[in-house]
């Protein structure tokens, strides 16, 4: 199993080091092809086009696509906003062998206090 913390806001966005996907977690000697999977998400997700269906059957390869979108519509209606800059991302592998990336929900415990980032 691998985690990765992804920081994606724009405060940490100029900031080399704060701006880096990070893994927390992950079997040993392996940081790198962790990244090298998660970076292949990133970049699928940033460079498809949302509207075509490619775009899903793309990222449903590499993410559970449909729980990650239950996730941020939850907590856009419960008004957390410290949920999308920095999100974890667990993966392991599937009984196919391949892996796949699903969010892992954390600090619940700021869910009901005033948004750090507003959503």
């Not at 990336?101 to 206090?113: K, Y």
Request: proline letters at 6%.
């Amino acid at each position: 199993m691998a985690v990765v913390r992804r920081r994606d806001d724009p405060i940490r966005a100029t900031d080399a080091l704060k701006g880096t996907p990070t893994v927390v977690r992950a079997p040993p000697n392996s940081s790198d092809a962790v990244l090298q999977r998660y970076d292949l998400l990133a970049s699928t997700g940033a460079t498809c086009d949302p509207t075509a269906a490619q775009c899903y059957t793309s990222l449903a390869s590499l993410m559970d696509v449909d729980q990650f979108v239950r996730y941020i519509a939850l907590f856009t209606w419960l008004g957390c906003g410290d949920y999308i800059d920095e999100t974890y991302f667990v993966s392991s592998a599937e009984l196919d062998g391949a892996f796949l990336w699903r969010i892992n929900s954390w600090d619940t415990v700021r869910l009901f206090l005033v948004p750090v980032h507003p959503a």
